[in-house]
């Protein structure tokens, strides 16, 4: 138990920092909070091993710890909310067996960006919503392309990660 611990205190670190520095990296575009989403490899790795309630601890608490430290209220509420869509989402499409993981990760960074847009409804600044055929087309390919860097990485490191866990 605490050799699982750690694996997810260093996945929750490591996603945490991933999305700091994309945080940096994508500061220049006029897009608010745009980020590749590469710090969902973590939690779609852990949804691939069927690990579903460390996926959702270990997004929760990279959420949270992101904005207690570098954030406020309103990446606290895009995030949580974003974060929920897009996990029920990717819990809903793994039931099916059908999809790639590069086709639940499209489906997970769409519906991530459609629960943001929603938290923005819900908190007065619905004027963003016009913004969602945009939103949710760029999710789903970004969210493809992090689908496609978790099918790689995995092929090639999976059996490194077996001898973790």
Known sequence: MAK???LY???TVFALL???LEGIAFSFIPVPAFKLGLAN???MLLFSR???AAAITVN?????LSALLFGNFYSLAFSLSG???SSLAVLLLLKFKCFSFAGISAAGGAFHNFGQLAAAALLNTAGLLYLLPLLFLVGAVLGFITGMLLEAFSKKYGNLINKIT
């Open 83 to 85: 974060a929920i869509f």
């Open 18 to 20: 991933v999305s700091y």
């Open 60 to 64: 929760l608490s990279r959420i949270l």
């Open 50 to 52: 069927k690990e579903y």
């Open 41 to 43: 490899c973590v939690c």
């Open 9 to 11: 205190s260093l996945l």
């Open 4 to 6: 699982k611990i750690s």
